[in-house]
């Protein structure tokens, strides 16, 4: 019983005394950022047909939906062509800024904004990676992602480093000021009653505990309250990498037996059809290249059903995992090029690096500082060498870290 406690006890502590996956958050960050901003990018010249207020999914029929399921979609706020065109600029505009880590927890919902705002607006212009993207944009919202590789993390470092030497640093003015302006914004969307109560409660929640996240941070006297929040900050972020890490085996698990059960893909030809439609032929000379030998087309489908359905239980084997990790990105990239499905690739290529190993994430980590040292080298400018980084990186998450043990 005493190392059952004990088991416990270190459990509650591990939860609670820090963000865990620094490096796997802010992947997660980067990829679904990047994704959504190419995708946004791609789209642009269609944008009208896809999202706007002439689009096939008209405004009349987009809005019968929404007093159904009630989601959340700022672009049903007006039908005018300018906001449109300031949603879309502003969707952009976060998914930029989120990639690069900028204000990371003010971005993060800003993002979901705008993923929400153009998907529900029209519900089926999406495929796979759109509902992964959509799902995702939730959940980074209770994450702690930027930690590290992002311009936060940046930021907090050189505001230490000026500490340590004695200098004083001035009041941030920008994190304020942009939580004002939030906050006007989100008071006069109350006020005019265009979102429901339940995404209110949601975001004047965010806009509160960030109040008194500021508050606390700078006003209280003793260490006490500024621990209690972050431990708090740590359990939110901590489960809601779990829910990722769990929403990813789901939607593996569930393809492959929905798979299993389909006649084409148990006799192993099922790889063979998909390749012949010209909308998944961008390039139709691979495709019968790739099709034109039976061996192949078998083995990809059956080893594409095998992998999803083994890949959740692969989780307790280190090895094995990023083995099956490793060929399943593979597969994503193989059909991001033969079948012309590029953001969806990306989409679960994202997904699956919350489960990429630590060392692994860090030695790329030291090969880009190595890369940028090397570029900024050549202008007369220097930068922190990888192993410098690597002992900066147990800092960059909050200033303390203390658990709560059992």
Known sequence: MSRFALLVSRGITRVTESALGPYQSAVIRIGFAATWLLFLLREYPHRQEMYGPDGPWN??????LIATNHSFTALMWSDSQVWFEIVYALAVLSSGLLLVGWRSRTMSVLFMVGVLSLQNRSVFMGDGGDNVIHLMAIYLVFTRCGQVWSLDAWRARLAREARARGERTGPDRVGPALWAVLGLALAGVTLTGRVGPGWLVFFWGL???????????????????????????????????????????????????????GSRWQDGTAVYYPLHLDYFSPWPALSDLMSAHGTIVMVVTYGTVAAQVAFPFTLFNRRVKNVLLAAMMTEHAVIAVVLGLPFFSL????????????????SLGGRAARARGGLFAGRGRTVPGPREQQERIPEQAEDTHVGFTA
């Not at 789901?250 to 929905?258: R, S, V």
């Not at 290529?349 to 994430?361: E, G, H, K, S």
């Open 59 to 64: 405004w009349d029929l987009a809005q019968q």
């Open 207 to 261: 806009w509160a505990a960030q109040a008194l996240w500021w508050v606390v941070g700078r006003r209280a006297r003793t260490a006490e309250p500024r621990v209690l929040l972050d431990v708090f900050a740590n359990l939110v972020h901590n489960g809601a990498l779990l829910v990722i890490m769990a929403e990813a085996c789901l939607i593996y698990a569930t393809a492959g037996w929905y798979k299993i059960q």
């Open 347 to 362: 989409a679960m290529i994202a997904a699956d690096a919350v489960f990429l190993p630590t060392p692994f994430l860090r």
